[in-house]
């Protein structure tokens, strides 16, 4: 395997030659210094530690127990004992120790006994008087940790001057483990197990805190700059050590022994695994291969352990695996070293040092196991915390210099942005200048077309409402061709001015997408029967093919808009379709999700490339740069586009010029129920309706007076509430069946506000149609709100008739029930 150098943070970032870094070398000072005074509290806690161990007062210190196994043998045990029962038994089995010494010729006080690895429930006895019993908590785990660290105190009565019997019986399933005992006063045993207590539980649990806040630390640092993998490492590896010191002072297990050894040495191998890593990226070189056989380690560690227990041998196996991983730690010390030899800094001096000094305690501590303490304070948790702060601190002081050159590098940035925004400050200007231009045009044009729409649609509402009256009448044959005729000039114009009230309606927002289960077989077949006249007269082919699918599935939409959309482009297709034909397909397809496909293809002149998105602009027409107005006024497929994305449905376009042209248009499927709405039932005569009319343009009043009349109607007409109420009063009705109202009157009066007088004087709600002209968007939008039925001018006679048949079938149901 080759390592290749890669260049490092420190390179990045190190001074250039002949230049001064003071506050650097402060930091690095500061750092020795701090980096020495940790030292020199680890050795102080290992000279405690060993003073601690052997106190100079007059003790027993019991090495020797007489022991009785189970089946009564009989032998004398040196301690610590570790004793194994030879097969798990059904029942806790116990041993037995005993000890005497001599306490000296007069009767002793304030004596306690020390068990530095009381690892099992014990029933302890002084001169057979019980000074603790916890046999009866035999199905309890193994004490460990804080609680297997025990001072007893003996009273007083329980002593006697000589010789003093200690008896001790511990019991297990599995075995026993007992450690020395210390006979002596409190004062002396005390500090004894203090120490014990702080160098073996306390202070590893405040190291595990310790290193874990730092861990989290770093990784929130890598994620924030996950350009930089080594703080990942470090942080992962960080926290594997902190998460394996504080799972092994815990008092209470978190699994069986075997589970929670195999995974306490797991955690063990992520740690060394992840800060092997650490280092070897540290000193800058790149080693992949090692690096994924590193994972490979950690990861298997628990599959080769488990293996190992299945074969009986796990115990020789943590031995072997500890020795290997700390074989491992050397590994990334010697890259520190070779690092450390190559920079020379101080940085890497004190890191080398760190390390040495976390092998040697890994090694001091491994060799412990093997002595005879069954419960020993390790000291690798002081060393590596002594190493992960001085790496934590690398890292940070790392950290902070990049970030300095990034601000330096943001500074040199903002400046060249300055300047690029004072020449793109003109440019703004200008489009700003530009957009109120445009703007202003769009708003005129609204304006325009609202006032024209208004204006023309008067005179063409009443011309309609007359001609409904007059094809009534009796007609010559020549009369009743003229009157044909003007009345398709009209359904003309009220189309066009139809198409331009639906673009305004969509900019007021007032038409929404209905979402509803239909049969879209029903609506195509309806469509094509209803263009199928129209294609004969042109001579021109109308098919529909409707794929085969199953009879659940149907569409979800709103039909009414749909409808809308595929009129139009069939209508589209067969007017721009000279010979040929046009075929409407409909299919089944798969998802996801599954989709209903709508094709309607034509052999008609096509689209070339460059002009097929333009054709969904407004008031864009191809061919026809006359505006004949018998083509239309080039809206049609923008209302298709907008009604399309309404309805969040996928339309597209593919068309070859001078051979056809293909929409397609996909809809969402579903298997939800569906139910035909049903027409409601109209009576034929409004003879007697009552219908209040409010209309300040003259001849439109007039127009509709001749109509209400030829239908049998009794209509009170006038300019606003006042004049339609003293019509009232001279017929003598008080309330009218109906109100038919323009939107726009005299005076900046609103058909709404008019409606609203009437209502409020006759206190009740009176059915209520608008009529406008209006196609301005916040007159719609104000129409759409009102919650009253609206039309636009010209209003077709049989709309107005089918409304007014409506209102007096409700007339009739409430003089029934009345």
Not at 436 to 448: G, I, L
Request: aromatic fraction near 8%.
């Amino acid at each position: 395997m080759r390592a290749r150098p890669a260049e490092t943070i420190a390179d990045r970032h190190r001074p250039q030659q002949g230049q001064v870094a003071p506050r650097r070398k402060g930091r690095r000072r500061l750092l020795a210094a701090v980096t020495i005074a940790l030292i020199t509290l680890i050795a102080a806690a290992f000279t405690t530690l060993v003073d601690a161990s052997g106190p100079d007062a007059p003790t027993i210190e019991f090495r020797v127990a007489e022991r009785t196994l189970p089946d009564g043998t009989v032998a004398r045990a040196p301690l610590p004992d570790l004793h194994r029962f030879g097969k798990v038994a059904d029942a806790p089995q116990q041993v037995r120790y005993r000890m005497s010494g001599d306490l000296g010729p007069t009767k002793p006080h304030a004596q306690a006994l020390y068990f530095p690895g009381l690892r099992a429930p014990a029933h302890v006895s002084v001169n057979g008087h019980v000074v603790q019993d916890e046999l009866r908590h035999l199905d309890r785990p193994a004490p460990r940790s804080i609680d297997a660290i025990r001072l007893i105190r003996i009273p007083d009565e329980f002593l006697r001057a000589g010789d003093n019997e200690v008896e001790l019986i511990a019991g297990g399933r599995l075995g026993v483990n007992i450690s020395r005992v210390w006979l002596g006063p409190t004062r002396v045993l005390s500090p004894m197990h203090q120490y014990k207590i702080m160098l073996g539980v306390i202070g590893p649990m405040l190291v595990a805190m310790t290193v874990g806040c730092l861990a989290l630390f770093v990784l929130v640092l890598w994620l924030r700059r996950r350009s930089e993998p080594i703080y990942g490492y470090f942080g992962i590896a960080a926290l594997a050590w902190a998460a394996h010191t504080a799972w092994t002072v815990l008092p209470t297990p978190l699994f069986a022994p075997l589970h929670r050894d195999i995974w306490w040495t797991t955690l063990y191998t992520f740690f060394v695994a992840m800060l092997v890593i650490f280092c070897v990226r540290f000193t800058g070189w790149r080693w992949p291969r090692f690096d994924r056989a590193l994972w490979g380690v950690a990861l298997l560690s628990p599959v080769v352990l488990y293996a190992a227990a299945a074969a009986g041998v796990v115990e020789n196996a943590y031995v072997v695996w500890r020795f290997g991983l700390i074989m491992l730690a050397s590994v990334g010390l010697a890259a520190v070293a070779r690092y450390a030899w190559r920079k020379r800094n101080i940085d890497s001096v004190l890191l080398t040092t760190a390390g040495l000094a976390s092998v040697a305690f890994g090694l001091r501590d491994w060799l412990t196991d093997f002595g005879d303490d069954n419960n020993p304070a390790y000291l690798t948790p002081y060393a590596g915390l002594l190493f992960l702060l001085l790496v934590g601190w690398i890292l940070i002081d790392r950290f902070v210099v990049a970030t300095r050159e990034l601000e330096r590098l943001n500074t040199d940035l903002e400046g060249r942005v300055a300047r690029k925004s004072e020449e793109l400050i003109a440019a703004m200007e200008a489009m700003r200048q530009a957009r109120d231009v445009a703007e202003a045009a769009n708003r005129a044009k609204s304006t325009f077309l609202a006032a024209a729409s208004h204006d023309l649609r008067q005179p063409l509402h009443a011309l309609g409402l007359y001609l409904a009256t007059f094809e009534a009448d009796q007609l010559t044959p020549k009369q009743q061709t003229l009157a044909r005729r003007m009345s398709a000039s009209v359904e003309a114009m009220d189309s066009m001015f139809g198409t331009l009230l639906d673009i305004s309606r969509m900019d007021a927002g007032a038409i929404t997408a209905q979402d509803r289960p239909f049969e879209p077989a029903r609506l195509v077949k309806r469509l094509v029967e209803e263009f199928l006249p129209h294609a004969r007269e042109k001579r021109l082919h109308l098919r529909l093919h409707v794929g085969r699918h199953p009879s659940t599935w149907r569409a979800q939409g709103d039909p009414l808009l749909l409808e809308r959309v595929l009129r139009n482009l069939i209508g589209n297709a067969l007017k721009y379709t000279p010979r040929g034909g046009v075929l409407i397909a409909l299919r089944l397809r798969d998802g996801p999700p599954k989709h209903w496909r709508i094709d309607i293809f034509d052999t008609g002149i096509g689209i070339v490339p460059s002009e097929q998105e333009r054709v969904f602009e407004e008031f864009y027409q191809v061919d026809n740069p006359e505006r004949d107005r018998a083509n239309g006024l080039g809206l049609g497929l923008a209302i298709v586009r907008r009604l399309a994305d309404l309805m969040n449905l996928k339309l597209t376009l593919a068309s070859t010029p001078q051979r056809g042209s293909r929409f397609s248009l996909d809809i969402p499927a579903t298997t939800a129920p569906w139910q035909e709405r049903a027409e409601p039932r109209r009576p034929g005569s409004l003879a007697g309706v009552v219908v209040a009319v409010l209309e300040d343009d003259r001849e439109v009043r007039h127009s509709m007076q001749e109509l209400l009349a030829h239908w049998g109607c009794v209509a009170c007409d006038g300019a606003d509430a006042d004049e339609v109420m003293a019509r009232l009063r001279e017929i003598g009705v008080r309330t009218p069946h109906a109100i038919v109202a323009d939107y726009r009157l005299r005076q900046d009066r609103t058909g709404l506000d008019e409606i609203a007088v009437l209502q409020r004087h006759w206190g009740c709600a009176v059915p209520a149609l608008l009529v406008t002209g209006d196609s301005a968007p916040h007159a719609i939008a104000a129409l759409h709100a009102s919650g009253h039925e609206w039309l636009s001018k010209p209003v077709a006679a049989a709309r107005l008739r089918s409304w007014l048949q409506a209102v007096a079938v409700l007339a009739q149901t409430a003089e029934a029930e009345a």
